[in-house]
């Protein structure tokens, strides 16, 4: 199974601010996903990656497919960017079958 | 439409009721996910369905059961819950086989509590 790992899982963060949200996992992977879960609510999918670096607005995902290492960044934070942030990783079981595995999440507060 | 509904919103029921969630996407997904997420914690996987067909059950115990009526409903029972019970279940989507690399979508979640 792959372990996932997210750091940090608490961050706190001053309007403005430029912030990086990482997350590692130990076996090789066919997809990465960065999704936003603002409180009590269902979850958004912000970026699919399998190589280098996608961008959506103030948005930025990076993954490193042999160090199997990933990062979001947000530029210029706004309040409205608090929520939780989860990696998931999706694996090849075999015979067409996928596994996804979660991160724990890393929950943003951005502070006016 | 890239939207996933879920009804109800809130449910609260008791130890001995029954009741059913609903999920519906009309994007043409032939994966349909159920997950269980507790507080401060990442959504487990319950149920999965491919092709209409129960392709995953993560162990699940007998009181959820899952109906998947046609490509784009997705259903799960519920009877007999326990306290324990009382989580987000949340319902996704997403094109093709269970977990191959396409996005998945998300529904808003039904919150449940059993009292």
């Known amino acids: 199974k792959n372990e996932v790992e997210q750091s940090p899982q608490n961050l706190t963060a001053q309007e403005g601010e430029f912030i990086t949200i990482n997350c590692s996992y130990s076996v090789g992977i066919s997809a990465l996903h960065w999704l936003q879960q603002h409180p009590g609510g269902g979850i958004v999918s912000l970026f699919m990656l399998s190589s280098g670096k996608k961008k959506h607005g103030r948005l930025i995902a990076t993954i490193n497919i042999q160090e199997k290492h990933s990062s979001l960044h947000i530029t210029a934070s706004h309040p409205r960017d608090s929520a939780v942030y989860i990696c998931?990783?999706?694996?090849?079981?075999?015979?067409?079958?996928?596994?996804?595995?979660f991160g724990k999440g890393t929950k943003l507060s951005v502070i006016p | 439409d890239t939207e996933v509904t879920q009804t109800p919103k809130h449910l609260v029921m008791g130890m001995t009721n029954k009741k059913s969630l609903k999920c519906e996407q009309h994007m043409g997904h032939r994966a349909m996910y159920w997950y269980k997420q507790k507080a401060k914690k990442p959504p487990e996987l319950m149920f999965v369905y491919s092709y209409e067909k129960l392709s995953i059950n993560e162990s699940v115990p007998s009181r959820f059961s899952p109906e998947c009526p046609n490509s784009s409903l997705l259903n799960l029972h519920l009877h007999a819950l326990q306290p324990e019970d009382s989580a987000l279940y949340l319902c996704?989507?997403?094109?093709?086989?269970?977990?191959?690399?396409?996005?998945?979508?998300f529904g808003p979640g039904t919150r449940l509590t059993v009292t």
């Open positions: 996704a989507s997403s094109q093709e086989v269970a977990f191959a690399p396409y996005e998945q979508y």
């Open positions: 998931a990783v999706q694996s090849l079981l075999g015979a067409g079958s996928y596994q996804l595995t």
